[in-house]
């Protein structure tokens, strides 16, 4: 076998230049070339998905589209409207790129974002529990059901008069994809904007901006700052 089919073999693997050079005995100067010469030959395709977790309780108040068959195995866990999603793909054969997002379903949509870090199986299993660690637990879902709760609330937030923090969307881009159609699920609590106040909120400055959209009786909210 010629070294740049060796070399195509061990990066399809997932290995890093300097592994590969370590596997084949060769010196780092002569694979870095080869490895540039590979991904020339063939377009750049995304990394591949190996987990998407969100916190059980992810559906309370929202009407989801049965056809999807999505399931939540704790649908009365008072997650108050706050859904967190944690992805995960490929990086190298033994380690994953992960992100995970904290979405207001009920009104501001993508409310922070966590990563990417790179992480192996023992690390991502630590972060995981400590990611959803105020929710009653977690479960792992379908990819798309991640993409659906992620730009479906910043879309919904969207017509509310709320954009996603401009550090926050290529996050999602970047681990998600492009995000095309609709959302498979309805937003805001029972079909309703519902705002609840968070710790780094301007309550106020919320309400101000439902205002311009919606008459009193069209949301309900909830602020500990009058």
């Not at 992100?99 to 192996?120: E, F, H, S």
């Amino acid at each position: 076998m010629e070294l740049k089919d060796q070399v195509r073999e061990l990066r399809a693997q997932g290995r890093s230049p300097k592994e590969i050079a370590k596997a084949l005995k060769v010196a780092p100067s002569v694979v870095a070339p080869l490895v540039r010469a590979i991904a020339a030959e063939s377009p750049a395709v995304d990394p591949e998905v190996v987990g998407c977790w969100v916190n059980v309780g992810w559906s309370e108040g929202l009407t989801v589209d049965p056809a999807r068959g999505w399931v939540d195995e704790a649908p009365e866990s008072g997650t108050g409207g706050m859904v967190c999603v944690l992805v995960a793909r490929r990086h190298t054969w033994d380690k994953m790129t992960v992100c995970g997002y904290l979405a207001d379903v009920y009104c501001l949509g993508l409310k922070n974002a966590i990563g990417p870090d790179v992480l192996d199986e023992r690390e991502l299993a630590r972060f995981r529990q400590y990611f959803f660690g105020e929710y009653a637990g977690w479960q792992e879902v379908p990819f798309e059901l991640a993409k659906n709760i992620v730009f479906g609330s910043i879309d919904f937030a969207r017509t509310l008069g709320f954009e996603a923090h401009e550090d926050f969307a290529p996050l999602a881009d970047d681990m998600l994809g492009k995000w095309e159609g609709d959302s498979a699920i309805t937003f805001g609590r029972n079909g309703k904007p519902f705002y609840v106040q968070g710790p780094d909120d301007k309550p106020q400055r919320v309400l101000q901006i439902l205002r311009r959209k919606l008459t009193d009786e069209e949301f309900d909210y909830l602020i500990v700052d009058p």
